[in-house]
């Protein structure tokens, strides 16, 4: 009986000493308590110079922006541009900045064009006439080497397209236009 209360006296001796050894200081609840408050006092205290220094590049980064919307728009006009002209048109301009420069970024002409659906074709040619007959774009499509451009498939882009085109009969001949001037 004796040896079973020696082991025990040495098995809680060995805990003690085993415990401070590998005893991590544990931070108490209310020290966690004032450390959290502290670090959401830094918190709210970082934000405020970074608050000053975006209201700072505020127009910076709208303008940014507003560049970055402009340069896609154009860059979309460019394309269907190029894709209506078609290669032949554009060699027209040679070397000639910035024709040369900007197209070189946007595509093959022949690629935009074999992309370029029907009514986008008559809406760019629209935005420069205002105002034609169905036989004056096709006559200009035509001019240009679009494949299989007829009256037929002109007139079903202008129903399929009707929030965009504007179709007015005078007489015989049917005029049509853009009914918005935006793209």
């Given at each position: ?111 935009l ?17 205002g ?13 240009l ?21 504007r179709v ?16």
């Amino acid at each position: 009986m004796r040896s079973t209360k020696i082991n025990i006296e040495a098995t809680n001796t060995i805990d003690n000493v085993a415990t401070k050894v590998h005893h991590v200081d544990m931070p108490s609840t209310i020290d966690v308590l004032v450390r959290m408050r502290q670090r959401l006092e830094h918190e709210c205290a970082s934000l405020q110079p970074l608050r000053k220094e975006m209201d700072k590049l505020a127009p910076a980064y709208n303008r940014y922006v507003d560049l970055k919307g402009e340069i896609d728009f154009r860059s979309k006009r460019i394309q269907r541009l190029m894709g209506v002209l078609g290669g032949e048109e554009l060699l027209e301009f040679g070397n000639v900045d910035p024709v040369a420069s900007e197209t070189n970024f946007q595509g093959d002409p022949d690629d935009l064009r074999a992309e370029l659906p029907l009514w986008r074709a008559v809406q760019e040619y629209l935005l420069i006439a205002g105002e034609a007959k169905v036989g004056d774009v096709q006559s200009f499509l035509s001019g240009l080497e679009f494949e299989k451009i007829g009256r037929q498939a002109i007139e079903s882009a202008l129903r399929s397209h009707g929030d965009v085109f504007r179709v007015v009969k005078r007489g015989r001949d049917k005029y049509i236009s853009l009914k918005k001037q935006t793209i």
